[in-house]
T-cell receptor, first 110, second 112 residues
């Protein structure tokens, strides 16, 4: 069983839609949770970083962590064509070893 | 400009020919790491380093070596590359353990 599971999509939405991206994980010891955005032919860039359970908001992006369900989500409000990318979830226990999901490909159609 | 650089960006080589992919960061970061990215498998960690002369295995270290003699550099060495090491490789760094990681642009390696 993989440490982190993520639906690869692809996901296609119209501009302005709310996008929900999700990951599940198996190891209850994970404490730090991240979302990265990766454009084609580029390295991942950090979008959101959360510790333990709860919500974190940054502009149009909201990250949620539900440790009881071993489930994390990223919501994108008012999605834009520039949000078209692959979104990767990642998590770590102590900050040295990181486990990534396989990524969800998102296309926002103008 | 704060950045992580990797060289080469593209490399085609043959089985068994030793190669090194360099990684350098100019942000005085303590933590550095190498990942490989494969379709359907995502990013998998190869090795990481918490400081100079301190390195440890990630999830998929077989067939790779690393060294951290200087804080800014973290080369990835393939002593005897094999076709199953054909992949997209990323170097990353962060200020400290658990910090936000900055990724390099990637090195696409093909082993024939």
């Amino acid at each position: 069983q993989k440490e982190v599971e993520q639906d690869p999509g692809p996901l296609s939405v119209p501009e302005g839609a709310i996008v929900s991206l999700n990951c599940t994980y198996s190891n209850s010891a994970f404490q730090y949770f991240m979302w990265y955005r990766q454009y084609s032919r580029k390295g991942p860039e950090l979008l959101m970083y959360t510790y333990s359970s709860g919500n974190k908001e940054d502009g149009r992006f909201t990250a949620q962590v539900d440790k009881s369900s071993k489930y994390i989500s990223l919501f994108i409000r008012d999605s834009q064509p520039s949000d078209s990318a692959t979104y990767l979830c990642a998590m770590t226990i102590t900050g040295n070893q990181f486990y990534f999901g396989t990524g969800t490909s998102l296309t926002v159609i103008p | 400009e704060a950045q992580v650089t990797q060289n080469p960006r593209y490399l085609i080589t043959v089985t068994g020919k030793k190669l090194t992919v360099t990684c350098s960061q100019n942000m005085n970061h303590e933590y550095m790491s190498w990942y490989r990215q494969d379709p359907g498998l995502g990013l998998r960690q190869i090795y990481y380093s918490m400081n100079v002369e301190v390195t440890d295995k990630g999830d998929v270290p077989e067939g790779y070596k690393v060294s951290r003699k200087e804080k800014r550099n973290f080369p990835l060495i393939l002593e005897s590359p094999s076709p199953n090491q054909t992949s997209l490789y990323f170097c990353a760094s962060s200020f400290n353990l658990g910090g936000s990681q900055y990724f390099g642009p990637g090195t696409r390696l093909t082993v024939l």
